[in-house]
């Protein structure tokens, strides 16, 4: 059974920054793939960070240059750092997994809420 356990949400000042940590359980990040997506009120979930077993990662224009995907293979855990923190970027964050034969996530953490004030 796979659990993906997030962990580091919280309120923060616009410009300031914040960590979040995703442990998996019954799941291995080094081989497969990891993600980060946010839902905002009223809005679609979208993705934020990837990171492949190469560690290739992959973000979008409104957060590139300050979001990190970054994992740590003995722990077994997932972190997206994201420094210069907006308030267009308040939502709920989640930790996503699949296998390296998936094309879609198939594995996602409970959430955690980021807000962001100005």
């Known amino acids: 059974q796979v659990q993906l356990v997030e962990s580091g949400g919280g309120s923060v000042q616009a410009g300031g920054s914040l960590r979040l940590s995703c442990t998996a359980s019954?799941?291995?990040?080094?081989?497969?793939?990891g993600g980060w997506f946010r839902q905002a009120p009223g809005k679609e979930r979208e993705g934020v960070a990837s990171?492949?077993?190469?560690?290739?990662?992959n973000y979008p224009d409104s957060v590139k240059g300050r979001f990190t995907i970054s994992r740590d293979n003995a722990k077994n855990t997932l972190y997206l750092q994201m420094n210069s923190l907006k308030p267009e970027d308040t939502g709920v964050y989640y930790c996503?997994?699949?296998?390296?034969?998936?094309?879609?996530?198939?594995?996602w953490g409970q959430g955690t809420q980021v807000t962001v004030s100005s």
């Open positions: 996503a997994a699949r296998a390296w034969y998936d094309r879609e996530y198939k594995y």
């Open positions: 019954g799941f291995t990040f080094i081989t497969n793939h």
């Open positions: 990171i492949d077993p190469g560690w290739n990662t």
